[in-house]
C-alpha cells in the first residue's frame, strides 16, 4: 500500500526517462536531498562532522565508484588505497602549484589525473580474469604507496614525508586548512557526493552501464555480441578510479588536513571499501550509501559502548572491536550476501502489501 | 670474480631461502583453494594464530586473561607451569582442528555455491575476527619463540666459501632448517594427496563438488581436513617465522607476501607454489640488490613481487602451473 509502482502513468519521454521514474522512489530522493541540504547543515557539530557525517559522506563517494567497477562492471580490485592516494597527492600537488585556483577545480582534475592512472592498471584485465586480477590490482597498491613514500618530490620535500592541506576558500568561506566551519566542509563534501551520485546512477542506466553489466555477466559472450570489452572495461576503471580519486582528494584536504600515506591509504582502506560495497550490496548505488553508513558508525557505536559504558581499556576494546566486525561482516554475508540493498529490496516488496496479506 | 658478482650469489642464496618461507604460507593457500575453491586470506593470520597459541600454551600464560581481568578485576596471567615444546605442538594443532571444525560449521558450510567474492570477503572477516581472538585470548605483545630450532650464522658454509673465493657467505642455520622443512611437507603432502584414500577423496572434491558427492564422500568432512591440514601449514610457517622475527602482527602480512607467489606459480597448484616462492624471493632480492637500493632509494620488496606477477601474469593468464583458462560462452 505503502510502495506502489502500478497507478503512476506517464505521458511523455522525459517522465518516463527520469532517474526515479517511481513516485514513491522520486519523493524519498527529494525528502533525503531536502534534509541533507537544508537542515543537517543548521545543526551539524564538530563531533558528529568528524566522527560519522564527513568519513561518511568522503566514503560513500569512493563506495559508489568502487561499486561501478566490482559491481557493475565485475572487475575485483584491492587497489582503492592506492588509488585514493593518487587523488590525494595530486589535489596536494595541485593545490600547491596553483594556489590561485578553487580547490573544486583541483578535486576534480585531481580525480581525472587518477582515471588515468586506473586506466593504465587497468590494462591488464583484459588479460588478467577473476582472482588473478583481484591480486594484481594489489599491485597498484603497493607501488604507488611505495612511490609517494619514496619520491620527495610527491611530498614537496617536506622533512617529515607527510603531505598537509594549505588553506582554501570556496566563496571565501574557508574549507581546508585549521579554520574551517563544519557546516561549509559538510557541504562541500555533500555536493560532491551528490553529484558523484547522480552520474554513477544515470551512467548505469545507461549504455554504458549496460556494456558494462554484459561484461559481468560473462565476457566472452558480452563481446560476441559486440560490447567492446577494452573500452568497456577501460572506462569502467577510468571512471570508477575517478571517483575514487575526488574521495581520496577530499579525505585528504577536507577531511585529515594532514596525510602519510602509508598509514592513510594502506590495504586496509582498499578492504575497508570492498567491505562497503558487498556489505551494501553489489550492483547497486543506495547499496555503497548504505554500507559506508554501516562501516563508519559500527565502530563509534561499539566504541562508545566497550570504552564509555563498560570502562574497558582501549587496547582491549580495539582487539574486541576487530572480534566484533569480523564476526558481523561474517554473519552478513551468510545471512544476507546480497548485502544491505536486498533488505531495502525486500522491505519493498513488504511495503507494497502492508497491512494488508495479499 | 668481482665483489659485486660475489655479493650477488650471496643475495640470489638468501633469496631462494626467503622464497622457501613465501612458499611455506603459499602452500596453506593452495590446499584450501584446491579442495573448495574459497580463496583464503586468513593464512597469513592463521599462522600467526598458531604461532601465538604455541608460545601462549609453552609460556602456561592463561587465555584471554585481560578480558577477565577487565571484567571481573582480578591480577591473573599466567598458570605458573612450562610446557614442553612437542606437548605444545600438539595441543596447538590440537586448537587449529578445532578452529578448523567451527570455520567450516559456522561459516562456510553456508556459503557454498555463493560467488568466489563473497567467500573471499567472509574470509577476510574471519582474518579480521582471528586477528582480534588472537590478541584478546594472548595479549598483543611480542613474543619470543624458541622451540629449539639452530639460528645464527652456519659456519662451515661461511669457511667453505671462505676457502674457495675468499669471502664467508652468510646463511643463517634456520633458513636452512626452513627449507628442509618446507621440502619434507611438500613430499608429505604430494605423498598424502597421491597415494592415501584421504588424498585421493580430496582430489575428487577439487575436481567437481557434485560428481565427488555423488559417488560418497562427504564434502563437510573434506573441507574440515583440508581446513586442518592448512591449519598445521599455518603452524609449521608460524613456528618458523616466528622463531626468525618474534611473534606478532607482522606475522599476518605474510599472507600479502604469499599471494604474488601463488599468482606467478597458479593458484591450483603445490610445485607452483614452491617455484613461483623460489622465483620470488630469488627476483626481489636480487631486484632490491642491483636496482632498487643503488637507484630507486631502497623498500622495493614491498611492489616487486606484485609487478612481476603481473607482468608475467599478462602473457600467461593462469601462472606458470595453473590450468589452462578455456573461456566457453
Known sequence: ?358 | MSDTMIFAMEVFLNGLMAGVLYALVALGFVLIYKASGIFNYAQGVMALFAALTLVGIMEGQVPFAHLINATIGTEIHHFGWHVPVLLAIVLTMVVMIALAWLVNHFVFRHLVNQEPIILFMATIGFAYFLEGVGDVMWGSDIKKLDVGLPQGINTAIDEYTYGIVNYGFFIDNLDLVATVIAAVLVIALVAFAQYTKQGRAMRAVADDHQAALSVGISLNWIWVMVWSLAGFVALVAGIVWGTKSGVQFSLSLIALKALPVLMLGGFTSIPGAIVGGLVIGVGEKLFEFLIGAPFLGGATENWFAYMLALIFLVFRPQGLFGEKIIDRV
Request: net charge positive; hydrophobic share 55%.
Open chain 1, 1 to 358: 500500500m505503502f510502495y506502489r509502482e502500478a497507478g503512476d502513468f506517464k505521458t511523455s519521454y522525459a517522465e518516463d526517462n527520469q532517474t526515479f521514474p517511481i513516485k514513491f522512489d522520486r519523493y524519498r530522493y527529494y525528502f533525503v536531498l531536502l534534509v541533507a541540504f537544508g537542515i543537517v547543515p543548521f545543526v551539524v557539530n564538530d563531533y558528529w562532522l568528524n566522527a560519522v557525517l564527513l568519513p561518511f559522506l568522503i566514503y560513500a563517494i569512493a563506495a559508489i565508484g568502487l561499486n561501478l567497477l566490482v559491481g557493475y562492471c565485475g572487475q575485483v580490485s584491492l587497489g582503492t588505497g592506492g588509488f585514493m592516494a593518487v587523488g590525494a597527492y595530486s589535489c596536494y600537488k595541485l593545490m600547491t602549484s596553483f594556489p590561485d585556483v578553487s580547490i573544486l577545480i583541483h578535486v576534480v582534475l585531481a580525480g581525472a589525473i587518477t582515471a588515468a592512472i586506473g586506466m593504465l592498471f587497468g590494462l591488464p584485465s583484459l588479460r588478467i580474469k577473476g582472482f588473478y586480477l583481484a591480486v594484481a590490482t594489489l599491485a597498484a597498491q603497493f607501488f604507488l604507496v611505495w612511490l609517494f613514500n619514496r619520491v620527495p618530490w610527491f611530498y614537496n620535500y617536506s622533512a617529515s614525508g607527510q603531505i598537509s592541506a594549505p588553506e582554501r576558500t570556496v566563496f571565501g568561506v574557508p574549507v581546508t586548512g585549521a579554520e574551517t566551519s563544519p557546516w561549509a566542509v559538510y557541504l562541500v563534501c555533500l555536493v560532491f557526493l551528490t553529484i558523484s551520485a547522480i552520474i554513477a546512477r544515470n551512467l548505469t542506466r545507461g549504455m554504458a552501464g549496460r556494456k558494462w553489466m554484459a561484461i559481468r555477466d560473462m565476457d566472452i559472450a558480452a563481446e560476441i555480441i559486440g560490447v567492446d570489452p577494452l573500452r568497456a572495461k577501460l572506462s569502467a576503471f577510468a571512471v570508477s578510479s575517478f571517483f575514487i580519486g575526488i574521495s581520496g582528494a577530499l579525505f585528504f584536504a577536507v577531511y585529515l588536513g594532514a596525510v602519510e600515506v602509508g598509514e592513510s591509504f594502506g590495504i586496509t582502506k582498499s578492504f575497508l571499501v570492498l567491505f562497503m560495497v558487498i556489505i551494501g550490496g553489489l550492483g547497486s548505488i543506495f547499496g555503497s550509501f548504505a554500507g559506508a553508513a554501516f562501516l563508519v558508525l559500527l565502530p563509534v557505536l561499539l566504541k562508545n559502548l566497550l570504552v564509555g559504558s563498560l570502562g574497558w581499556p582501549t587496547d582491549l576494546a580495539a582487539h574486541l572491536e576487530l572480534i566484533i566486525i569480523g564476526a558481523l561482516i561474517i554473519v552478513f554475508l551468510v545471512a544476507e550476501p546480497h548485502g544491505l540493498a536486498q533488505l531495502w529490496r525486500m522491505a519493498k516488496e513488504k511495503l507494497r502489501l502492508w497491512p494488508f496479506p495479499h
